[in-house]
């Protein structure tokens, strides 16, 4: 996000489709120069954990636990930051994203440290997804205050 040129938007809703348990330690994923990506509905996107916090174009992205695939029930756009919420847990922000499987999806990149799967999680297909505009870079952290339920479902 950045806010010298963003204002507000709506949250982007998905539904997990697939669950997926395993991680890497040499995934070799790369980040896409862009930190905002727009999303129509009925589009399914990959979701992939990680603790690395490089943000540079190009960036190499290693370990990883992948969450699962969603498929996006309300178009929008999805930025670097924004929230990560999958049913009333909040699993991390949005780090970037890997186009290494276009067109078929973007992996989007989550930063969640420790580095969680779908299986750590106890993910379920069917539940509610949400990327939720997070807060601008430089914001105050002890002015922002985080639910622990996300009003999702």
Not at 12 to 23: C, D, G
Not at 40 to 57: F, I, M, N, Q, S
Not at 105 to 117: E, F, G, Q
């Amino acid at each position: 996000m950045n806010p010298r040129e963003d204002g507000p938007k709506r949250d982007v809703t998905a539904t997990l489709v697939k669950v997926l348990v395993h991680r890497r330690s040499e995934r070799g994923m790369r980040l896409e120069p862009h930190a905002s990506r727009c999303v129509r509905a009925g589009e399914v996107h990959e979701l992939v954990a990680t603790d690395h916090t490089e943000t540079a174009e190009g960036a190499r992205i290693d370990r990883v636990g992948f969450l699962g695939f969603a498929e996006i029930t309300g178009a929008g756009v999805v930025d670097r930051g924004d929230e990560v919420w999958i049913g009333p847990r909040r699993v991390g922000t949005v780090l970037g994203f890997d186009a290494c499987h276009m067109p078929n999806h973007y992996n989007v990149l989550v930063h969640a440290d420790p580095l969680p799967t779908g299986r750590d999680l106890g993910l379920a297909a069917g539940e509610c997804l949400v990327f939720r505009q997070g807060e601008p870079v430089g914001a105050d952290p002890a002015a922002a205050t985080v639910s622990e339920e996300s009003g999702i479902c």
